[in-house]
């Protein structure tokens, strides 16, 4: 093969190469449809790993309100106990007292 044949191109109408068109033509398709293939699947795996994520946080979240709802139910059903006696349960947070050491 000469470099005259390359430049012009008659390499590519020699016998084995026209022979074997189609099968050039059905790798370059399945080639594609690997890498379009491939590209959906790193998507894909971006779309879990931000759900997932997404549900760690609305379980953190949840865990928290339920805890808060907890402890308004016992505070309340504390106070519906306390009633009677006349004790009453004061609804305003606590405030740190500071000691100052002399």
């Not at 005259?4 to 189609?22: A, P």
């Not at 928290?64 to 059903?77: A, P």
């Amino acid at each position: 093969m000469k470099i005259r044949e390359i430049i012009q191109g008659k390499f590519l109408l020699k016998g084995w190469l026209t022979s074997n068109l189609l099968l050039f033509v059905l790798v370059a398709f399945l080639c594609i449809i690997y890498i379009s293939n491939r590209y959906n699947i790193e998507i894909t795996v971006k779309d879990i790993e931000t759900c997932s994520h997404e549900i760690k946080m609305l379980t953190v979240e949840h865990t928290k309100l339920r805890t808060e709802y907890q402890n308004s139910i016992m505070m309340h059903k504390l106070a519906e106990k306390l009633q009677p006696l006349g004790v009453d349960i004061s609804r305003e947070p606590i405030k740190e007292v500071i000691f100052i050491a002399e």
